[in-house]
């Protein structure tokens, strides 16, 4: 007797169709439950505290906080101002092939970064016990009188930034490849004019995002300021928490103002950065409030149910 062979090809068989089972991270969930348990002891920390929080709201919009945040807005955009043009002329200096210009560049970088910008806010402060006379052959005055604790704050702040913006601005040329000098200069451009119409414009690509990043870090570093006796944001918080008590109240009203400033303009570097971004890149990122919609659309989409087919 001959067995019956089944002579069914194995091709007509569907395959088992196969269960993928997803690979349980245990570590994700330990590390979230470690973060959510000290954010709790701290938002516990916090509400146990001494501190007066119904306070902070009525001194957010308070006239001597208000004009402290101007204060902190006006010298760090004057200071960052100072800084840049400063940072391109040093900038400049360094690549020079001058060996007099560039040293006096180099060393300047050299002593501006390797000091505290509280020092030499100190030292500008109290310049009239090096020079009591400011004498410049037209104006002569007293130092005292002339350095007040605005222009020291400027000419600290300012010339500081102007050490770390000349580094930046240097690598921004830098970025800049030689062949475009090449034939800026075989076109019979001058030096000059190479640089404002060629170089720079090419360069701003990587001048501007760490640009923007050191007027954020300036909004922060104004408050040193306060040493020099500027009206600035803390020292205006500390004026109303000598005669308050308020102490630690003015610190989160001075810490949501910093915030509220810097927030702003980190917005306006992200789109100040998506401008320059246009010839180098094919699509550009898309912005906050895109990015916004694309999520909201992308949850809206996970939670409508699926229709049955």
């Not at 001959?2 to 002579?7: S, Y």
């Not at 505290?49 to 760090?76: E, F, K, M, R």
């Not at 130092?143 to 600290?156: C, D, H, K, S």
């Not at 090449?182 to 404002?196: C, D, F, P, V």
């Amino acid at each position: 007797m001959t067995d019956t062979v089944d002579k069914t090809p194995a091709a007509s068989v569907p395959p088992e169709q196969i269960k993928a089972i997803p690979v349980r991270h245990y570590g994700r969930w330990v590390a979230a439950a470690v973060v959510i348990a000290v954010l709790v002891l701290i938002g516990v920390a916090f509400s146990n505290a001494n501190i007066n929080y119904g306070v902070v709201p009525d001194y957010l919009t308070d006239g001597t906080i208000l004009s402290g945040a101007w204060h902190t807005l006006y010298i760090s955009v004057l200071a960052m101002a100072l800084g840049l043009v400063l940072g391109v002329i040093l900038a400049i200096m360094r690549m020079s092939s001058n060996p007099v210009t560039s040293t006096v560049a180099w060393f300047y970088v050299w002593f501006f970064r390797g000091t505290p910008v509280l020092v030499q806010l100190l030292l500008w402060y109290n310049i009239a016990l090096v020079f009591p006379i400011l004498n410049l052959g037209f104006y002569k005055d007293e130092m005292n009188q002339v350095m007040t604790p605005f222009l020291a704050a400027l000419l600290g702040l300012g010339l500081n930034e102007a050490a770390y913006m000349s580094e930046i601005v240097r690598a921004g040329i830098q970025s800049v490849d030689e062949g475009q000098t090449e034939a800026s200069h075989a076109l019979g451009m001058t030096q000059g004019k190479t640089l404002r119409r060629v170089i720079l414009p090419q360069a701003m690509r990587v001048i501007v995002p760490p640009t923007g990043n050191e007027f954020i870090n300036m909004l922060k570093t104004s408050s040193l300021a306060y040493v020099v006796q500027f009206n600035e944001l803390i020292k205006r918080a500390t004026d109303i928490s000598s005669t308050s008590l308020a102490v630690v109240e003015m610190y989160f009203v001075a810490s949501i103002w910093y915030l509220l400033l810097t927030t702003i303009f980190s917005i306006v570097q992200y789109y100040i950065e998506r401008r320059y971004a246009r010839g180098s890149s094919r699509s550009l990122p898309p912005t906050p409030l895109q990015r916004l919609r694309r999520n909201l659309s992308q949850w809206a989409s996970f939670r409508r149910p699926e229709v049955a087919r």
